[in-house]
């Protein structure tokens, strides 16, 4: 046989099982997704289709709790993206340096972000129970009055944003940390010498260096956070008053609880859209340099 | 120089700060897990005794497994997890080696295609996954988490960037030696890619371990629950039974937290891969 006859026989032997289960599971349902938001399904009678166009659009547009959801999902990322990303930031440079135990204490910081969503979405849920909570505990030791967090809608989202906070930062921090490693130590001493001080050093070399880094710190914590639900599910349910509702959550409901998979679908294409701006953004900032 | 010392002591203030944001949660929640039912919210004051019990009792972890189908939902999580990981580092390994190292007709239409599936993600995914399933006849099924976890161009793409480090002496020594592309793969190229076989094993694993929104749209039968949905349904069905909860907890974690300790340096480098992904 000839060589290349047989690289193609094996070539796709070698690839065949993968490539069919992508296809099958990955492009299938990815192209079907769009066709899915143009149509309603009657889910209760075994899941037959009908086109409407774009009515599920417009039925979303008018939809007061999506807005609802859309907003708390902005609000979310709005809050978590620096906050987590400026922490994330402080402690990959404390980190990085050549101190004794500085290893241990990475160790430790990265527990949550190994736990399971679901296990530290549970254990905030009681860590918030406003009578037997570790939160409340902690507040009226430091003289400050016990609150009602995941059941006072002011407060739900707040809480929530805490906890996504605790489980992420130290994963963010630990890519804000090989950014660092990667600027060349040389720089730093070449400008020591020159008698530049901690803070134009960090001004001049650390800061503009670590802008792809950061980039992709903002874009990914951006992301994630407009793919939120298990906390929201888990600690919430959406409420109180819908105040925690995000994105997936609300599709989710939508198809699984109210049946409405048309609906859901069109809203599973905006969730897309969002994202994929994003992603688009993100590999533009990766060209610059 | 004075300024080096402050500088020092205020950063392991800060750590130390730190730790404990991460640390009293887990140990609230270990310490509660050992208490009599009695004892668990007795104390709220923030002082010692909110973390170390009077007496020690491990009765909510026997209970987890007399009375709650915990023992099922961990096997039936492990079951899934050693399957998926198994086949899905052997198949992705044979593809991304394929992608590597042969030419194929159509080989660069193929890959553009799996870059396609890594850009949508598997949150907008969720729906049309379902009706899948659902039309496959593969609702409640294992295979429904199996399946299309066998099959990921993450996977590939990280192990294609691995074969295409080994230098291509080693694998023309051994075809000249009568070696076929079968054994090349087997004996030189897989072994020499083994520690990022271990990364992406974890990544797969922990992917399983901690399946979540996936399970819980596709299992409808309580007893094929996996670790977190029983954990999630433990907590609403019984959300009195807090010792149970917390006991579930640190059994859903322990095993997790171990097996980061040991495998700390595949955990980063998984990050690090994701970073280049990016």
């Known amino acids: 046989m000839k060589r290349k006859t047989v690289d193609n026989i094996e070539g796709y032997a070698f690839i065949l099982i993968p490539v069919i289960i992508i296809a ?30 774009l009515s599920n659009y417009r039925a979303i547009i008018s939809d007061p709790s999506f807005w609802q959801t859309f907003r708390n999902t902005l609000l979310f990322t709005v809050w978590v993206v620096p906050i987590q990303s400026a922490i994330a930031l402080i402690f990959a440079v404390l980190v990085n340096q050549k101190l004794r135990g500085v290893t241990f204490f990475r160790t430790v910081f990265f527990l949550p972000v190994v736990m399971s969503f679901v296990v530290i979405s549970i254990v905030w849920k009681m860590i918030y129970d406003p009578n037997y909570g570790l939160a409340n505990s902690v507040l009226t030791f430091l003289h400050i009055p016990p609150q009602q967090f995941l059941i006072d809608p002011n407060q739900a989202m707040p809480s929530v944003i805490v906890t996504c906070i605790w489980k992420s930062w130290a994963w963010y921090m630990v890519i804000f940390l090989s950014g660092l490693q990667d600027i060349p130590k040389e720089l730093y001493e070449s400008s020591y010498l020159d008698g530049a001080s901690a803070f134009q050093r960090l001004l001049y070399i650390t800061i503009p260096l670590l802008k792809r ?63 994929f701006l994003l992603t688009i953004l993100q590999i533009r900032t990766e060209k610059e340099d | 120089m004075r300024g080096k010392i402050q500088w020092k002591v205020a950063t392991y203030a800060v750590f130390l700060i730190a730790a404990s944001v991460v640390l009293l949660p887990i140990l609230w929640v270990l310490g509660n897990s050992l208490r009599i039912t009695s004892e668990i919210g007795k104390y709220t004051d923030f002082n010692l005794r909110l973390f170390f019990p009077e007496r020690i009792t491990f009765e909510h972890y026997s209970v987890l497994f007399t009375e709650y189908p915990f023992a099922k939902y961990f096997l039936n999580t492990v079951f899934v997890a050693v399957i998926v990981t198994g086949l899905s580092l052997l198949l992705n390994s044979m593809a991304a080696f394929s992608f590597a190292r042969i030419n194929f007709f159509g080989k660069n239409v193929l890959f553009a295609a ?37 099959g990921g161009a993450f996977g590939i793409f990280y192990l294609r960037q691995s074969f295409l480090g080994i230098p291509k002496e080693l694998e023309e020594a051994a075809s000249i030696d009568g070696s076929d592309r079968l054994g090349i793969f087997f004996r030189i190229d897989l072994p020499l890619i083994r520690p990022h076989l271990v990364t992406l094993g974890l990544m797969t694993f922990m992917g399983q371990w901690d399946g979540f929104i996936w399970p819980l749209t596709v299992l409808t039968t309580p007893d094929k629950y996996l670790l977190q949905i029983g954990l999630n349904y433990l907590q609403g069905e019984h959300y009195s039974d807090w010792g149970a909860i917390f006991a579930g907890a640190m059994v859903c974690t322990l095993p997790i937290i171990i097996i980061f300790l040991f495998l700390q340096k595949y955990y980063i480098e998984g990050i ?3 970073g280049i992904k990016g």
């Open chain 2, 272 to 274: 690090a891969s994701v």
């Open chain 1, 24 to 53: 099958i599971f990955g492009l299938y349902p990815a192209i079907n997704i769009f066709i899915m938001g143009f149509q309603k399904y009657n889910m209760l009678a075994g899941g037959t289709s009908t086109f409407v166009g």
């Open chain 2, 114 to 150: 799996l870059l396609i599936t890594l850009i949508i993600p598997g949150e907008v995914m969720l729906l049309p996954s379902y009706l899948l399933i659902k039309n496959l006849g593969l609702m409640d099924n294992y295979l429904a988490l199996i399946l299309p976890a066998l």
């Open chain 1, 213 to 275: 880094t950061t980039y992709f710190v903002l874009i990914m914590t951006m992301i994630d956070s407009f793919k939120i639900f298990t906390p929201v599910y888990i600690m919430t349910g959406g409420g109180p008053l819908g105040n925690t509702d995000t994105l997936v959550h609300y599709i989710w409901k939508t198809a699984f609880r109210l049946n409405e998979m048309g609906s859901a679908s069109a809203m599973s294409i905006c969730l897309f859209v969002l994202v």
